[in-house]
């Protein structure tokens, strides 16, 4: 039991260390005005102060504002983070940035798909009144929406099932987007208030 446990510390140990120089090669790429986009979200993440803020802003605008190769990149960056941070916050951010980024890939694959194809634009229609029953919802509010959808899709009644299991992903999606909203805020309010201190 005991070599199991320090054979455990030892792993954890590791990752922490993988973590670091992950965090350190970001920093130093940012320095020398050559940074990815994953080392603007790491920055932010883990220096959550002024500086962090201006330089990337909210790491939603990051995600929404890539091409298809660069969402790929960035996903692949995303999974190294989340298998290395052991702490149970930063983990939540990096699962929820992965999803937001799995989804703005799928929609940017659609909107391929509807420029070969105008037949592919119903689809993006429905997706985007679905997107509408979200706005302005709490993350606590939507995580309720979704437990009553898979209650619905659970009891198997007389309802268009593919219609509502896509509204189960989509509010999954925005389950995560907004979570990542309320950080957000929550970093910018620590911001302004630190800096109204050093003000006074």
């Given at each position: 039991?005991?070599w199991y446990?320090?054979?455990?510390?030892?792993?954890?140990?590791?990752?922490?260390?993988?973590?670091?120089?992950?965090?350190?090669?970001?920093?130093?790429?940012?320095?020398?005005?050559?940074?990815?986009?994953?080392?603007?979200?790491?920055?932010?993440?883990?220096?959550?102060?002024?500086?962090?803020v201006e330089?990337?802003?909210?790491?939603?605008?990051?995600?929404?504002?890539?091409?298809?190769?660069?969402?790929?990149?960035?996903?692949?960056?995303?999974?190294?983070?989340?298998?290395?941070?052991?702490?149970?916050?930063e983990k939540?951010?990096?699962?929820?940035?992965?999803?937001?980024?799995?989804?703005?890939?799928?929609?940017?694959?659609?909107?391929?798909?509807?420029?070969?194809?105008?037949?592919?634009?119903?689809?993006?229609?429905?997706?985007?009144?679905?997107?509408?029953?979200?706005?302005?919802?709490?993350?606590?509010?939507?995580?309720?929406?979704?437990?009553?959808?898979?209650?619905?899709?659970?009891?198997?009644?007389?309802?268009?099932?593919?219609?509502?299991?896509?509204?189960?992903?989509?509010?999954?999606?925005?389950?995560?987007?907004?979570?990542?909203?309320?950080?957000?805020?929550?970093?910018?309010?620590?911001?302004?208030?630190?800096?109204?201190?050093?003000?006074?």
């Amino acid at each position: 039991k005991q070599w199991y446990q320090r054979r455990v510390r030892g792993q954890e140990q590791e990752g922490q260390f993988h973590l670091e120089q992950a965090r350190i090669r970001s920093e130093i790429r940012i320095k020398d005005s050559r940074e990815n986009p994953i080392d603007l979200i790491a920055y932010y993440i883990y220096n959550a102060d002024n500086t962090a803020v201006e330089i990337m802003g909210e790491p939603l605008s990051v995600v929404d504002n890539l091409g298809l190769d660069d969402l790929e990149d960035l996903q692949a960056d995303i999974r190294v983070y989340m298998d290395l941070d052991k702490n149970q916050t930063e983990k939540i951010f990096w699962t929820d940035l992965e999803i937001v980024c799995k989804e703005q890939i799928r929609l940017v694959n659609a909107r391929m798909k509807v420029d070969q194809n105008p037949r592919n634009s119903i689809n993006a229609a429905v997706n985007g009144d679905v997107a509408n029953i979200f706005k302005g919802k709490t993350s606590s509010q939507l995580e309720d929406m979704h437990k009553g959808i898979q209650e619905k899709l659970k009891k198997q009644g007389p309802i268009d099932v593919s219609y509502w299991e896509n509204v189960a992903t989509q509010a999954h999606v925005a389950i995560s987007r907004t979570r990542l909203q309320e950080r957000h805020q929550q970093i910018t309010k620590k911001k302004d208030y630190v800096a109204r201190s050093k003000a006074t």
